[in-house]
């Protein structure tokens, strides 16, 4: 369990993102609807009360993951997120 809710948002999205980076983004294609994952626990983040800059990472996040990716743009929104 988290201590906060806002620790269990960020941990949303981060779990799939580093599972799908391990070992060179090796796991990648085995995460499944990872844009949409991504996407909804970015929105939930976002929609705490939160500072301004987490809001705003949050939300580019969201940009970044809105609609499908193929594996290799996924890959690089991935890297340009960390």
Known sequence: M???PFQAAIQAVLKPLEFAARDD???LERVRDLE???LA???R????????DVR???????KRFEG????ARTQR???QTQ
């Open 2 to 4: 988290f201590g906060s």
């Open 25 to 27: 983004f090796a796991h």
């Open 36 to 38: 949409r994952s991504v």
């Open 41 to 43: 626990a970015a929105r």
């Open 45 to 52: 983040a976002a929609a705490l009360a939160v500072p301004h």
């Open 56 to 62: 705003d990472l949050l939300q580019r996040i969201e």
């Open 68 to 71: 499908p990716l193929d594996p």
């Open 77 to 79: 929104e991935m890297e």
